[in-house]
């Protein structure tokens, strides 16, 4: 699977320490290389999964042709719902 960063999610990333964003980076390609992580649809969004890394959220789409994750942002948990 391909994954796609959304020019918020990459500000998102940036933003953060390199140590978590190195083990956010890490998650995302260990999930889109296996499918291998703790994931969940959100309610309310037509589409919207989470990808939970530690503290941190990261809000991504699947598109079935050609089979892409598209990550919309990375958020620590008590700002990832609001």
Do not use: N
Not at 9 to 21: T, V
Not at 35 to 47: E, N
Not at 56 to 69: E, G, N, W
């Amino acid at each position: 699977m391909r994954v796609r960063w959304m020019p918020h999610a990459s500000r998102d990333l940036k933003r953060l320490d390199q140590r978590e964003a190195d083990r956010i980076v890490d998650a995302v390609d260990r999930f889109a290389a296996t499918g291998q992580g703790s994931v969940k649809h959100l309610a309310g969004g037509a589409d919207l999964l989470r990808l939970r890394v530690g503290d941190y959220r990261i809000i991504y789409t699947l598109t079935a042709t050609p089979d892409t994750m598209t990550v919309l942002a990375v958020r620590r948990r008590d700002q990832a719902y609001r």
